[in-house]
Structures are given as structure tokens and as C-alpha cells.
């Protein structure tokens, strides 16, 4: 019996780490009312494999925005609508001429009844402008 060996992968290389922590989305000022504050705070990740040509600062600030999106798309399926806290972790990764987008993307979910206005960027996009993966 013989068996095939797969070919050795290299590893994934980190290139550039960018790290927001926890952020109050809503000034303590305001007199807000929530019917339910989750326990806890909800992360995902989500990984963009980036092709070679694509390479740009956009694509780097959709992969946050995205990540926003999917993360607000999930707390919605558990019955909440805003998040009271963002942080997020974004990792670029390099194997080969490949190139890796991963976003760790948090916050603490709540539902309110009332509106709110809902920003529309994830905190602290300016800390991107000199992030680059060439």
C-alpha cells in the first residue's frame, strides 16, 4: 500500500496587524433604553482571500466593513438590532504571492424598540490609512 504525500504548504506569514479595542458606540450621555443587553459579546471572523491584482487600501476597508455587516447580520438572527460596543482585529497574511485579509470583529448586542441612528463605518477606520500589504 502506498500512500501520496501532499506537497508541504508554507505557512501563512503575518504582514500587518491592526487592533481597535472595545469602543462605546453611543455617548453615556444619552438617555437610551434597551429592552435586552446581551450577557456577553459576540465575535466572529471572517476570512477574504485577496488576489494579487486587487491589491488596494479599499479592499482592506470593505474586508472591516463587511465583517461590521455579517457580524450585525448575526446578532439580528438572535433578536437584536444595534451593538452597544465595537472592537475588531484585522490580520493581513501573506503565503507565497497570496494575499489574506482575517477580521475579528466584535461587540456587545442590543435591542431597543426606539431608534437609533446607526453609524454606518466601524470605529477608528483612520488607523487603516497607512496599513498596505505590498
Known amino acids: 500500500m502506498f ?17 481597535v479595542d472595545s469602543v462605546p458606540m453611543y455617548d453615556e ?27 488596494n487600501d479599499a479592499e482592506i476597508r470593505n474586508a472591516v466593513i463587511i465583517s461590521r455587516q455579517q457580524l450585525l447580520q448575526e446578532v439580528a438572527k438572535k433578536g437584536f438590532n444595534h451593538l452597544l460596543s465595537e ?6 497574511l501573506r503565503r507565497n504571492k497570496r494575499y489574506r485579509i482575517e ?8 435591542h431597543t424598540s426606539r431608534y437609533l441612528p446607526s453609524t454606518q463605518l466601524p470605529p477608528f477606520m483612520e488607523v487603516l490609512k497607512d496599513c498596505s500589504y505590498s
Open 87 to 92: 472592537s475588531w482585529n484585522l490580520t493581513i
Open 3 to 19: 500512500f501520496k504525500l501532499r506537497p508541504k504548504e508554507s505557512p501563512w506569514e503575518v504582514v500587518e496587524r491592526k487592533i
Open 103 to 110: 477580521v475579528q470583529y466584535c461587540g456587545r448586542p442590543v
Open 29 to 55: 450621555d444619552e438617555d437610551l433604553d434597551f429592552d435586552t443587553v446581551n450577557d456577553y459579546d459576540i465575535r466572529g471572523t471572517y476570512v477574504f482571500d485577496v488576489k494579487l491584482h486587487e491589491k
